[in-house]
Structure formats: C-alpha cells, structure tokens
C-alpha cells in the first residue's frame, strides 16, 4: 500500500511557472509507475505525465515542451512552465504498485489570463 499527498498548486498568471510536489510513503520501492493527472470541471480525468521506474515518460501532447515530470524516491514533481489557462484543473498525483492504482487528494492549479 502506498500514501501520496500532493502540494504546491495555487494561483499563477498565464506564462508563469508552479512546481507540484507528490510525497509517498509505504511501499514506495515497489512503485512500478508514477503519474500527475487532473481533471477540469465538466471534465474528466486525463493523463498529464507518467514515469515508470524503468524510466520511460509518457505527456499529454497538450503539455509536451512546457511540462516535466520527475522523481527522486519519495517525491514526485511536476515542473510546469508556460502554463495557460486551459491548464487550469485539480491536479493529482497517482502511483501504480502491483497492478493497484493509488490516488493523492488533489490540490488546485488556477492559471489567470
């Protein structure tokens, strides 16, 4: 069993930067895959990176170039520059350990234009 809780959303104006921050605690030796999505209102949840543990990323073309995702251990990041409004969603952090998928509580990005 793994516990993921994210940090680092707020308020940004278009252009600028945030960095989201994933902690995990339990099994986290035995995380296979580690992943940021989100979800806009009315919509649903989609894929914005992926790392696996052998190193492979995977990105939402809509954030390819401006989004980078990255892992030491424990945390999860997810640098995101030239954010846009359409960016604008709950943010989560989600982890894949024996074929079980775990989920943070989300925290909010609002990107103003």
């Known amino acids: 069993q793994v516990e993921l809780v994210e940090s680092g959303g707020g308020l940004v104006q278009a252009g600028g930067s945030l960095r989201l921050s994933c902690l995990a605690s339990g099994r986290i030796f035995s995380i296979t895959a580690v992943g940021w999505y989100r979800q806009a209102p009315g919509k649903q949840r989609e894929l914005v990176a992926r790392?696996?543990?052998?190193?492979e990323t995977t990105y939402a073309d809509s954030v390819k170039g401006r989004f980078t995702i990255s892992r030491n251990t424990a945390k999860v990041n997810l640098q995101m520059n030239s954010l846009k409004a359409e960016d604008t969603a709950v943010y989560y952090c989600?982890?894949?350990?024996?074929?079980?998928?775990?989920w943070g509580q989300g925290t909010q990005v609002t990107v103003s234009s």
């Open positions: 790392l696996t543990s052998g190193g």
């Open positions: 989600g982890a894949t350990l024996m074929g079980r998928n775990y």
